[in-house]
């Protein structure tokens, strides 16, 4: 087995987290074996965080359901996405999803994750590949 990758998929939604491991399971190879650990809250991010836990990668849906009405918000996951790439620089690498992908890439890329990745539109293996890819453009780096 290869470097182990551990990815830490930040979201709400149990199906689109099950699409996005399963496709990391199938991409691992023998230079790079995908480990997924589910955060459903960003409460949970930041108690893992704060135990100085840190991922090779982050997926973070970007839209979160407001407390005081349960519709769908992208500043929680926004402003989320950019204190984590403030916190952890570019040694983590950040993906954005979005149910919406297109209507918030312009916001995502001036905080640092974008284009956002649609959960609608993009397969888990075109997800699993863009995570991959930018662990090893991560790595390359440092």
């Not at 918000?73 to 950019?82: F, K, Q, R, V």
Request: glycine content about 8%.
């Amino acid at each position: 087995m290869g470097d182990v990758v551990n990815v830490w998929i930040v979201d709400d939604d149990p199906d689109s987290v099950e699409v996005i491991k399963e496709a990391l399971e199938a991409k691992s190879d023998r230079q790079m074996t995908a480990y997924c650990e589910v955060i459903p809250d960003i409460v949970e991010l930041f108690r893992r965080l704060g135990n100085r836990k840190r991922p090779d990668a982050l997926v973070v849906d970007v839209l979160w359901p407001a407390p005081e009405d349960g519709l769908l918000d992208p500043a929680p996951g926004l402003g989320l996405a950019w204190t984590l790439k403030e916190a952890l620089g570019d040694s983590v690498p950040v993906l954005g999803l979005s149910v919406a992908g297109r209507t918030y890439s312009k916001a995502a890329e001036h905080v640092g994750i974008g284009p956002l990745l649609s959960k609608g539109l993009a397969s888990g293996d075109a997800i699993a590949s863009r995570i991959l890819s930018l662990v090893r453009e991560a790595r390359e780096r440092s």
